[in-house]
């Protein structure tokens, strides 16, 4: 081996020996920010956990709402009822407002029904709006929605069925208040109906049908 070529590869092996020193200063340089791990969506603020095995479907609701397994819904007439639980606001959303502490967001569930269908689960009355179909979070509903007045208090109601759902499943938004101006001045103040809302859908999106 000449020595002009012995000199090539001594200058090789440097420049390669270099390039293996500063890929290695790289990988453990303090300031080399390391992998971010991908976040993990978090039920921390919907730490509670209701399991219906007979419906098949779990949800999660808040500390302080109260659930009620024993509930039924009533408004449709007498034969109608309509089975399912119920989680009902702490009295400490309500304090101060003008919001009742028995506003709820439920889960029912219907029978032997041909279809699931929100209709199912409010009057037809001219109160009520007719059920279209949405879709949220992936999930297709029958939504609808309905209003009802009486003595200085507000009644509105929203459901979301499951669609092709059986047992026929939905989820019943409940919210009940006075009207405002039926208070002594400054005695209330006026409740943060989307506030309620956005926690109320924030429930139904955690409903899982595992089935029978």
Not at 13 to 26: D, E, N, P
Not at 168 to 182: D, K, M, P, S, T
Request: charged share 15%; aromatic share 10%; glycine share 8%.
């Amino acid at each position: 081996m000449t020595t002009s070529t012995q000199r090539r590869i001594a200058v090789w092996a440097v420049i390669i020996a270099i390039v293996a020193v500063v890929a290695v200063i790289g990988m453990y340089h303090p300031n080399t920010p390391a992998p971010q791990p991908v976040p993990t969506p978090a039920l921390s603020t919907l730490p509670l956990v209701y399991q219906d095995s007979t419906a098949g479907f779990s949800i999660h609701y808040p500390v302080g709402y109260t659930a009620d397994a024993s509930y039924t819904y009533q408004e449709l007439g007498p034969g109608k009822d309509i089975s399912g639980v119920k989680f009902t606001i702490p009295a400490s959303v309500a304090a101060g407002t003008n919001l009742s502490s028995d506003s709820y967001i439920s889960v029912e569930k219907i029978l032997n029904v041909p279809s699931c269908s929100a209709s199912l689960f409010l009057d037809t009355g001219e109160n009520t709006v007719p059920p279209s179909v949405v879709t949220d979070n992936g999930t297709t509903y029958s939504f609808t929605t309905s209003t009802g007045a009486g003595a200085g208090n507000r009644y509105e109601e929203t459901v979301y069925a499951l669609a092709n759902a059986n047992p026929c499943i939905a989820v019943r938004y409940f919210i009940h208040y006075g009207v405002i101006e039926n208070y002594p001045v400054g005695a209330v103040v006026q409740f943060d109906e989307q506030s309620l809302k956005n926690r109320f859908d924030a429930i139904r999106r955690t409903l899982v049908i595992s089935g029978k």
